[in-house]
């Protein structure tokens, strides 16, 4: 049974920072590509951040230069560094795993909010 859980979301102010991480199980990690989508209230779910197998990595625009993602193969975990956070990055945070194009796997989802 694949499981991918989330940790690390919460209420941050402005300008603040949050690391999410998410570990996985029952899944071949080594070979997956792993990434981190997002979903506001009222919006679609987009790809924050993906890295593959290799370790390269992809950015929405929205977050490239704040938000840094990386893997740990020997630990089977993805994690998410977001600095310098906007009202707009508030949303439920899902961690993806993927096998080749006809399989993923989803985590449950962290909220993150970022508010005064």
């Known amino acids: 049974q694949v499981q991918l859980v989330e940790s690390g979301g919460g209420l941050v102010q402005p300008g603040g920072s949050l690391r999410l991480s998410c570990a996985a199980s029952?899944?071949?990690?080594?070979?997956?590509?792993m990434g981190w989508y997002r979903q506001a209230p009222g919006k679609q779910r987009e790809l924050v951040a993906g890295v593959s197998r290799r370790g390269d990595t992809n950015y929405a625009d929205s977050v490239r230069g704040r938000f840094t993602i990386s893997r740990d193969n020997a630990k089977r975990t993805v994690c998410l560094q977001m600095n310098s956070l906007k009202p707009e990055d508030t949303a439920v945070y899902y961690c993806?795993?993927?096998?080749?194009?006809?399989?993923?796997?989803w985590g449950q989802g962290t909220q993150v909010t970022v508010s005064s």
């Open positions: 029952g899944i071949s990690f080594n070979i997956a590509s």
């Open positions: 993806n795993g993927r096998l080749g194009v006809t399989t993923e796997y």
